[in-house]
């Protein structure tokens, strides 16, 4: 029985794919992602043969990566599978691929993918509501929430002496009138319901983000170069509104772009002034969109309300970092898209999900 093929975008995670399918797979890169599970699954081997055990038909298979158009189309000729994240699938990519049993995209929003002429040719295309940008989602809210409840400066404080370290001025009230409530007395603890935020491009992430933003009963604007259809807004509770009315009129703003170099320095000291006075600004894309030393002069000038960032302007980061001086600053160590079980899980779903396909 001849092997399937699938044509697989060259991302960092689809590598995965190969390693499951492919036995001529590089065994260095099998080592490879052996030690970028092993902290959440010490097992990757057992992992692997429990996978494979479920794809009878899928596996073995060969896999070949791809990273423009010009490689997909060369490539796509005796596919069967053609996996995509990001490169563009339509009528040129049907003329050659006339074996191809389904389009696979890595992730739920196929714009890239011309689903009309996928359907014309009775070609299935699949998507994955992928768990990571889940999880990013849900970390863009744990780094607004730890600004907003001022964790940062508070956790594991409960002793006077501790919070009296911290510059803070504990005392309890008086019972016989009053509740005990913030007895720590931590002053500019804010909520997120009522508030406005602002997304930065309403994509995987930021359609994820919006969802959880209208559950906190927040006022949700968004931005990117096009306006989503209005059936696309409403399910999202979200409203489009150019630049600069996302700067001067939220309370949060939230960065769900990719990063490239039309994004990079996005946010830079012009785009920083327009923002809101007191404005929080938490960066879940890649440090490089806002301006480093724009960043730090909008957080000593007070402008700027507080900023959250992951992943970092350089990895693994420094103690002395100069964000780090700043008590409105909540940084963590590139972990949004965790656990590593995000990615083993989505990648299972994909091949299962191609597997029925055969």
């Known amino acids: 029985m001849t092997k399937p093929v699938l044509v697989v975008e060259d991302d960092p995670f689809l590598r ?130 730890g600004l907003s409840r001022r964790l940062q400066r508070i956790t594991n404080r409960i002793s006077s002496a501790s919070l009296q370290a911290a510059g803070f001025a504990p005392r309890t009230y008086d019972r016989k009138h009053t509740a005990n409530s913030n007895w720590a007395r931590i002053p500019g603890i804010s909520l997120l319901h009522g508030t406005t935020l602002g997304i930065i491009g309403l994509g995987e992430i930021g359609r994820e983000t919006a969802l959880r933003a209208a559950a906190f009963g927040m006022n949700i604007l968004y931005h990117q170069r096009r306006q989503l259809p209005t059936d696309i807004e409403i399910a999202h ?20 772009l990719p990063g490239n170099a039309n994004t990079r320095h996005l946010f830079d000291a012009q785009r920083l002034a327009r923002m809101k006075p007191g404005a929080r600004l938490i960066n879940i894309s890649r440090a490089d969109i806002v301006e480093r030393k724009a960043l730090i002069s909008a957080l000593r000038s007070e402008h700027l309300g507080g900023f959250a960032l992951d992943p970092l302007y350089e990895a693994p980061g420094r103690d002395d970092d100069e964000l780090l001086q700043f008590e409105n600053v909540l940084i963590t160590p590139h972990i949004a898209a965790q656990p590593r079980f995000n990615a083993l899980n989505d990648i299972s779903d994909l091949l299962t999900g191609l597997e029925e396909k055969l």
């Open 237 to 256: 509770h979200a409203h489009y509104a150019d630049f600069d009315t996302i700067l001067e009129s939220s309370d949060w703003i939230v960065i769900c």
């Open 16 to 145: 995965l794919v190969g390693v499951v399918l492919d036995p001529a797979t590089d065994p260095a890169r099998i080592a490879a992602f052996a030690d970028f599970f092993a902290h959440d699954l010490a097992d990757f081997d057992g992992w692997l043969r429990q996978l494979r055990s479920r794809l009878p038909r899928l596996f073995p298979a060969a896999v070949e990566l791809v990273d423009d158009t010009a490689a997909l189309h060369a490539a796509l000729g005796s596919a069967d599978f053609a996996v995509l994240e990001s490169l563009s699938f339509g009528t040129p990519e049907l003329a050659v691929a006339r074996q191809l049993k389904a389009v696979q995209k890595y992730g739920a929003i196929a714009s890239n993918i011309d689903l009309a002429a996928c359907a014309a040719r009775k070609v299935p295309v699949l998507t994955l509501r992928r768990r990571a940008n889940i999880a990013c989602a849900e970390h863009a809210f744990a780094l607004m929430l």
